[in-house]
């Protein structure tokens, strides 16, 4: 196995001191010009880092970027793929953190994580889904879709009520009444707000909401499953569902066939997110868009001027009906 390279190393290939690769790498006064393009040229030759850690608290800087998740599920890898894409170019780099793996739950998962990583690891985090945000963080925080809503930090979610309205009203639009709604976790803002969408949308169109056809879905596929059966095992079923998530539906889909219906002539399905494999699903999964990689790349931009003393900011993005291959009229 190959050796860490060591700032001995550069120094020896650079023909230079010690003292004059740490001046370099950190950035100090007292190099030539000449000296210093050649040493850090150097530095990217033999792939020299120095630690994190000594850089941090020699600086008060790390550079690094940390992106803390609850886990790692295509939700949150497709929001680290929009931080990724918008720190390039950025003196920043990425540190991608799963804060519930080790403790098994996902409550104050990132009130851990912060304390392990703020002030030595990282300058800066962006937490997704976090249960709460600590006041007292020792570095600036962006959360994105915070289970209590837009209430601390700066925040970054979407437009959850009218997201989940649209993908009722398309239901509605095709023809169906009997509507059924699989909803997400009901400690989530996001999970009631997208309940209130549906709610909203019969309302309108004069279409008197069955609490029997609501039924508990959580937003993991597992946690979907009882529910999904306790919807079909009515004696009236619905013809539609509106799942709160992408993964509850397409698992609403995988129990519709297990109870001898087909989709979507038998039963309409529609999700929400727009995850990939809600394009790979066969047949193509109907959702609302949130625009993903955009809210990663905005809790960034946000992030960035945070740090650069900024005020805090909270924004709410748009979301987009998405028609594909799981939503049709109802049978006459």
């Known amino acids: 196995m190959n050796r860490r390279t060591t700032i001995h190393d550069v120094a020896h290939a650079a023909g230079v001191s010690v003292a004059t690769v740490s001046k370099a790498i950190n950035g100090r006064d007292g190099v030539a010009p000449a000296t210093l393009a050649h040493v850090l040229s150097v530095v990217d030759e033999l792939g020299y880092a120095s630690s994190l850690v000594a850089t941090s608290m020699r600086r008060r800087r790390t550079n690094v970027i940390g992106v803390l998740v609850a886990e790692f599920e ?9 931080v990724s894409t918008e720190l390039q170019g950025t003196r920043f780099d990425v540190l991608a953190y799963a804060g519930s793996v080790s403790a098994g739950e996902h409550r104050g998962w990132e009130r851990r994580s912060l304390s392990r990583l703020g002030g030595t690891l990282i300058d800066g985090a ?15 925080i962006v959360a994105i879709d915070p289970h209590a809503g837009p209430d601390g930090p700066a925040t970054v979610s979407v437009i959850n009520v009218d997201g989940a309205r ?8 095709l023809g169906h009444r009997r509507i059924a709604h699989l909803r997400g976790r009901t400690d ?5 707000q997208r309940e209130q969408g549906y709610r909203e949308a019969l309302d309108a169109a004069g279409i008197r909401f069955d609490p029997a056809l609501v ?7 597992a946690d979907s499953t009882a529910g999904a ?17 992408d993964l509850s539906a397409i ?4 129990v519709a066939v297990e109870h001898g219906l087909h989709v979507p002539d038998d039963l309409s399905v529609i999700g929400f997110d727009d995850i990939p494999e809600a394009a790979a699903h066969a047949p193509q999964l109907s959702t609302v868009r949130q625009p993903l990689t955009e809210m990663g790349a905005t809790a960034v931009r ?31």
């Open 229 to 245: 059966h306790a919807l079909l095992d009515l004696a009236d079923h619905p013809t539609a569902v509106f799942a709160a998530n």
């Open 74 to 82: 295509p939700f949150a890898l497709q929001l680290l793929s929009g």
């Open 188 to 192: 989530l803002v996001s999970a009631r």
């Open 166 to 173: 649209a993908a009722t009203e398309h239901l509605i639009s």
């Open 126 to 140: 962006i937490v997704v889904t976090p249960t709460s945000t600590p006041a007292d963080a020792s570095v600036p």
């Open 302 to 332: 946000l992030l960035l001027r945070m740090l650069d003393g900024e005020a805090h900011e909270h924004v709410r993005l748009p979301a987009e009906l998405v028609v594909r291959e799981t939503t049709a009229a109802p049978r006459t």
């Open 215 to 221: 039924a508990d879905g959580g937003y993991r596929t």
């Open 251 to 254: 698992e609403m889909i995988r």
